[in-house]
């Protein structure tokens, strides 16, 4: 069965930086884009960043552009999340997700790993 | 584009029916999912493309809508459906509506 297995989440004081990884099994990750998604203890959900199948497409919400970047390791079957300059409001669990779609992507999330939380404080 | 979703809050009892709003400020054609999550859960995908069921998820979930309207139905609610809901659309990139939280009465 599919597994994504966030790491690398902690407790970072403001402007330090992070990289989240998420291992994936049970699917073959080089077809499908992966997003990470976040969502702020309390809060609602926030798409964060998508990267295509075979990297050559990549976008970032607008709160974070410039300083989070989204890439994979498909010998590895790995995703990452570069995060550096972290504000409070970075605060988070971050899911990492599949694309439904293969060859492409859509949105539709059907697959989250059970994700990893990020606190940003001094 | 700017999603929002209605009520905040619903209260239903096993066994009845209940159905969730997702408004967006946009037009987003069909390209509209919901989700459902449960306390220290990751969300589930139930629909996609607005009215298509996902894999595994029961009939008594419908979507419908298109344009700036949608509705998720849950009929004959279960135990297991109290939870908070999001509509997510994926027109113009993706943003998540605030969620709306099904309880029990």
């Known amino acids: 069965q599919v597994q994504l297995v966030e790491s690398g989440g902690g407790v970072v004081q403001p402007g330090r930086s992070l990289r989240l990884s998420c291992a994936a099994s049970?699917?073959?990750?080089?077809?499908?884009?992966m997003h990470w998604v976040r969502q702020a203890p309390g809060k609602g959900l926030e798409w964060v960043a998508v990267l295509s199948d075979n990297r050559r497409n990549k976008f970032h919400v607008d709160s974070v552009k410039g300083r989070f970047t989204i890439s994979r390791d498909n010998s590895k079957n790995t995703l990452y999340l570069q995060m550096n300059n972290l504000r409070a409001d970075d605060t988070a669990v971050y899911y990492c997700?599949?694309?439904?779609?293969?060859?492409?992507?859509?949105?539709?999330?059907?697959?989250w790993g059970q994700g990893t939380l990020v606190t940003v404080s001094s | 584009i700017v999603v929002t979703q209605s009520p905040a809050t619903l209260s239903v009892s096993p066994g009845e029916s209940a159905i969730l709003s997702c408004r967006t400020s946009?037009?987003?054609?069909?390209?509209l999912a919901w989700y459902q999550q449960k306390p220290g859960q990751a969300p589930r995908l139930l629909i996609y493309g607005a009215s298509t069921r996902a894999t595994g998820i029961p009939a008594r979930f419908s979507g419908g809508g298109s344009g700036t309207e949608f509705t998720l139905t849950i009929s004959s609610l279960q135990s297991e459906d109290f939870a908070v809901y999001y509509c997510q659309q994926c027109d113009n990139w993706y943003t998540f509506g605030p969620g709306t939280k099904l309880e029990m009465k």
């Open positions: 049970g699917f073959t990750f080089s077809d499908y884009a």
């Open positions: 997700a599949k694309d439904r779609y293969s060859s492409g992507w859509e949105g539709y999330i059907d697959q």
């Open positions: 946009q037009s987003v054609s069909k390209n």
